[in-house]
């Protein structure tokens, strides 16, 4: 079930209504419930295989507190449990398609003939959001591990690994944090339901109004093949690529937050104006905020951080954003991707040492216009990068940036479809006036009446969220784009 | 304790009076829902139009034609490819023309169903508009003007009937008729589901006479949903709103449909649509990688199989019953083209996709040649060409339209120049 589904804008009300109305007590079971309902909605079986895991790792994480000295074994035992769910209904394919590969190119050296074609693809479909439970219930083990206390109930630990509002895309949650919110759910907090409203609309919006749009003019960009991409046409692409992922994704976020936060609960903010960052270690500060500190966390630091030799700390780095890449997708053109942010992160850290030791660069760093160059720079690379991340394989992203920065084609068939993208501006148009007033100061009485919630009417403030959905629907094409994150 | 005592009187004392100032009066409550209701409606109706949206619905009730559409609409549609196209004071998708036929000027208009009228691509990109300047640019001297009187969802004698009520009344040179493989089965006599449905039938009656039904329509006109079509006709002419409300509820329509069959649990990715997903994108890389030579067995729009070419040859020899009353009409055609002193072409198109109805094109040629209408099937020539190249899922891509006029071109022109005299 899509957030931005019809079926989802029916699921959510009924179980908005089912959770206020019910005794206090019943109000976990019933979310747990609506969870597994929510996730079952698309292949039932995998609902199982996520009530499995998760009995597994609530008793794991048992097991680590009750039997300390035991704690590393089981500890690794659940690694290696989680892992390797994760590996077999993701990368399985891969690692057969990628061993069939390299059989085809060192077949002809070698003495004994061995046919790639023996090995065969096999049938597996992914579950979806797997990626993402593994990642927390490898936080869960780990940080049990390290010492907190693991979660009595496991009501409230299922809850914690399947709550709908998070469940298919994040953000991966923090069971600490989680935990904490537990007791919200005793209190109906109007205000809080508010911004869970206009959470909800305004990635309703920046879904199905920004980023479906986008894409019909990426993939246009992207599915017409190198000889019919001109230099404008790729350039368009790429960055209708870069702005629809992050209203696809941020999209999705704000309405799994909005969600959260009508039913009492606060989930962690993913995104902080990524494009704005200006440096790479800045935009992985801004971006997938909940997967880069995962990464630090359970990764980075693991290995040994930043806190070592150079060398080894370049080493560390790169290490995780090659794996961070093929979390992304079971695909080469993916660990392409984590590989170039691999580098680029340890292309600035090495600059970041070399600037501190050379005052006129800070200063020309702290200067405005250094600061707006920086942000130039870290988005035309960041941009560049997405082409990675979008093309089917490595080949298809090397003729993209080829069209991009060699080739120089006046081919303009994406740029043509522009004159059709009536809907696409007139919704850069409405977010842009909206982030506008949304990042006015808040103590400006004079604009006060903008904001929602503040001194409109329950009547006024329902007649503009109802607008607010139309213009979404209006807007939206008449063929919705899946999650572009659903299929990690 | 005292002091205790005048401080807690004295906060509940401002909070009950802040209450009291934060509960707005129930006017105000109304006066301020009305303003920002008013301000929600004008911002989206502006943005409506700047952006192009909630222009699909542009067919209204039409006491003759069954329905027709709206004179001076703007329509947008995104069904399929984006099509844009401003209809004319009379409700044609084409600039403003005279009635009176302009001098040295040649006029050929051109009847047919949603083929004709495409409004899957921009009008600079359909046939008649091609086929248009093609002509202009072979006869130097002479002016053409090749009018669209296609409307989607019309039958042969909506068809009729739309030439001799307004099609006529320019002047016309030549009549060009474009059937395919619905002009047929669009004649036989359903209950009416919508306004697309709500049209006059056809019979023949004693001495190939042909008659007129109306009973559909009329009975459509009398039930809610043709009541309501009559009261929201200012609401649907004018509002973009309600464009959008009435495709949102199409869709939460097709939700409901899908929900019914078991198929539209959300997104569902259940085995079984996969498995059918798959067949029919296996079935569309066969037919288009080996240039469409061989038939489409399936033809899909999105995840709903709408037909296939053997439930179209199934279909092709269930609507034989109707061949009488095409022939009636066709003849009836020829008798009014004669009156009014111009030519009458026909021209087969093809089906859905791509797909054929070749025993209802025999026919069709048969009566031509019993009229002496001169008839045309280049379907054969566009079928060598792939699929996904020509059509959308149904109807023609701007490649399929330039072929289709490529094709089309000679024969016009070979009666074109003989009623010139060149």
Redesign the interface.
Same mark, same amino acid.
């Given at each position: 079930m899509l957030f931005s589904s019809i079926s989802y804008f029916i699921f959510f009300p009924i179980v908005l209504a089912l959770y206020w109305v019910s005794p206090v007590r019943a109000r976990r079971a019933l979310l747990l419930v609506a969870s597994y309902v929510f996730y079952m909605s698309w292949i039932p079986a995998y609902g199982l295989l996520i009530m499995l895991l998760t009995g597994v790792n609530y008793f794991l994480g048992w097991a680590i507190d009750s039997f300390r000295k035991q704690a590393k074994a089981i500890l690794l035992f659940g690694l290696v449990l989680n892992l390797s769910t994760l590996c077999f209904f993701k990368y399985t394919n891969f690692l057969l398609a990628s061993a069939a590969d390299l059989l085809r190119s060192i077949a002809p050296w070698l003495a004994v003939s061995i046919d790639p074609s023996s090995i065969q693809q096999v049938n597996i479909i992914l579950p979806l959001g797997i990626s993402f439970f593994a990642f927390e219930f490898i936080h869960y083990i780990s940080d049990v591990y390290k010492g907190t206390k693991p979660i009595k109930s496991p009501v409230d630990f299922a809850l914690f690994a399947a709550f709908f509002p998070s469940q298919i895309a994040g953000p991966i949650k923090r069971y600490q944090d989680f935990m904490q919110q537990l007791p919200n759910e005793a209190r109906f907090d109007a205000s809080m339901f508010n911004q869970g409203i206009v959470l909800l609309l305004q990635g309703l919006f920046k879904k199905i109004a920004l980023s479906d749009n986008l894409a019909i003019l990426a993939n246009h960009g992207f599915n017409a093949g190198a000889a019919a991409t001109g230099t404008a046409d790729a350039w368009l692409a790429a960055l209708a690529f870069t702005f629809q992922i992050y209203f696809d994704f941020s999209g999705y976020t704000d309405m799994g937050r909005g969600s959260a936060l009508m039913l009492g609960y606060k989930l962690p903010d993913n995104f902080n104006f990524p494009y704005l960052a200006t440096s790479m270690s800045d935009f992985w500060k801004r971006w997938h905020i909940s997967l880069s500190t995962w990464l630090r966390d359970y990764l980075y630091i693991p290995l040994g951080g930043g806190k070592c030799s150079k060398l080894r700390k370049h080493y560390n780095l790169m290490v995780t954003m090659l794996l961070g890449g093929l979390w992304h997708g079971a695909a080469w053109h993916f660990v392409a991707w984590g590989g170039l942010h691999g580098g680029l992160l340890i292309v600035n850290h090495s600059y970041d040492d070399f600037a501190k030791q050379r005052p006129l660069l800070q200063q020309i760093h702290a200067h405005p216009l250094g600061k707006l160059f920086s942000a130039l720079l870290t988005f035309i690379l960041v941009l560049v990068s997405w082409v990675f991340f979008r093309a089917e394989t490595v080949p298809h992203a090397m003729q993209m940036l080829n069209s991009m920065f060699l080739s120089l084609e006046p081919s303009s068939k994406v740029v043509s479809q522009l004159s059709t993208c009536g809907p696409l501006l007139v919704a850069i148009g409405v977010y842009s006036i909206y982030a506008a007033i949304n990042s006015l100061p808040k103590d400006m009485p004079r604009y006060g009446f903008l904001r929602p919630g503040l001194t409109l009417t329950a009547p006024a403030r329902l007649a503009i969220y109802a607008g607010v959905a139309f213009a979404a629907i209006g807007l939206a094409p008449s063929a919705p784009s899946p999650f572009i994150y659903f299929q990690f | 304790m005292e002091l205790k005592t005048a401080s807690n009187t004295t906060e509940s004392k401002d909070s009950s009076e802040a209450l009291k100032e934060a509960r707005?009066t129930w006017y105000? =409550?109304v006066l301020? %829902?009305v303003? *920002?209701?008013t301000l =929600?409606?004008l911002?989206?109706e502006c943005?409506?139009a700047? +952006?192009? =949206?909630?222009e699909e619905e542009y067919l209204k009730p039409d006491p003759v034609l069954g329905f027709a559409p709206m004179p001076n609409k703007h329509v %947008?549609k995104?069904?399929e490819g @984006?099509g844009t196209a401003q209809y004319n004071r009379y409700g044609i998708p084409e600039p403003e023309r005279s009635l009176v036929k302009p001098a040295n000027t040649f006029r050929i208009a051109v009847l047919g169903d949603s083929f004709v009228e495409a409004l899957q691509v921009e009008r600079k990109d359909n046939f008649c508009y091609l086929l248009e300047q093609d002509l202009n640019k072979k006869y130097p001297g002479k002016h053409f003007e090749v009018m669209n009187f296609g409307v989607a969802g019309y039958n042969l004698g909506q068809m009729y009937l739309r030439l001799k009520n307004l099609a006529f009344k320019f002047q016309p040179d030549m009549v060009l008729l474009a059937v395919r493989a619905d002009t047929t089965f669009v004649l036989r006599p359903t209950p009416a589901i919508g306004l697309s449905t709500a049209r006059p039938y056809f019979f023949v009656g004693g001495n190939n006479q042909l008659l007129t039904d109306y009973t559909v329509y009329t009975t459509w006109m009398k039930t809610s949903a043709g009541k309501r079509m009559k009261v929201t006709g200012w609401l649907r002419e004018n509002s973009?709103?309600w464009g @959008?409300v009435s *495709?949102?509820v199409q869709?939460?329509m097709g939700?409901y449909q899908q929900m019914l069959a078991g198929t539209?649990?959300?997104? +569902?990715? %259940?085995?079984k649509q %996969?498995a059918f997903a798959k067949a029919a994108v296996a079935d569309r890389v066969d037919t288009t990688s080996n240039g469409a030579a061989a038939p489409r067995k399936t033809f899909m729009i999105?995840n709903t199989e709408i037909s296939s070419q053997s439930y179209y040859d199934a279909r092709d020899k269930g609507i034989r019953y109707f061949w009488p009353i095409v022939d009636a009409l066709l003849v009836q055609i020829k008798k009014e083209c004669d009156t009014n002193k111009c030519s009458f072409l026909i021209v087969q198109l093809p089906g859905a996709g791509g797909i054929t109805n070749k025993l209802e094109t025999e026919s069709f040629k048969q009566t031509a040649k019993r009229i002496a209408v001169p008839f045309s099937d280049r379907t054969a020539e566009i079928a060598k060409e792939p699929v996904k190249k020509v059509f959308y899922e149904i109807h023609f891509t701007p490649y399929g339209h330039k072929l289709f006029t490529k094709e089309l071109e000679p024969f016009v022109s070979q009666y074109v120049s003989a009623q010139l005299g060149k």
């Open positions: - | 707005p105000f =409550v301020q %829902t303003a *920002v209701l =929600v409606i911002s989206l943005m409506f700047l +952006a192009g =949206v909630g %947008t995104k069904e @984006v973009r709103i @959008v *495709v949102a869709q939460a939700w539209g649990w959300g997104a +569902a990715v %259940t085995n %996969t999105g």
